[in-house]
């Protein structure tokens, strides 16, 4: 039978820990550099809330619902995006659960959702 400790999911979660921005995308992004060249809005910081069960096993967190985002240019927006703007690193990604058609100068929401590691097989 496998096993993880919870530390090992935990200390995987706790990286983003560092994302101070998320940014609502037109694609997915790669990368960092990515992010910022596909993004179409920006939330910063978002409230990440503390490392739980994971529904099935594993760990997880939950990013709060965004109610104030500040849309940034014209387009479709088909995923978010958590980057660490310090170190320059995209921490996760994800696609939306419907598109969400943005306009420059206006604001956009999103419900909270989860990001979470699996435990072990």
């Known amino acids: 039978m496998s096993f993880l400790n919870s530390l090992v999911l935990d200390n995987g979660l706790s990286a983003l820990a560092a994302a101070n921005r998320l940014?609502?995308?037109?694609?997915?992004?790669?990368d960092y550099a990515g992010?910022?060249?596909?993004?179409?809005?920006?939330?910063?910081?978002?409230?990440?809330?503390a490392i739980g069960a994971r529904t099935g096993g594993g760990r997880k967190?939950?990013?709060?619902?965004?109610?104030?985002?500040a849309v940034s240019a014209n387009g479709n927006a088909?995923?978010?995006a958590l980057v660490d703007t310090v170190n320059s690193?995209?921490?996760?990604?994800?696609?939306?659960?419907?598109t969400l058609a943005v306009n420059n100068g206006d604001t956009f929401t999103l419900p909270a959702f989860d990001i979470g590691?699996?435990?072990p097989a």
């Open 78 to 80: 088909s995923h978010w």
């Open 61 to 69: 967190v939950t990013v709060s619902a965004i109610t104030d985002g």
């Open 35 to 49: 992010t910022l060249t596909v993004s179409l809005g920006t939330k910063n910081t978002p409230t990440i809330g």
């Open 89 to 98: 690193r995209l921490l996760a990604s994800r696609v939306l659960t419907a």
């Open 117 to 119: 590691i699996p435990g």
């Open 23 to 30: 940014h609502i995308c037109s694609a997915e992004p790669a």
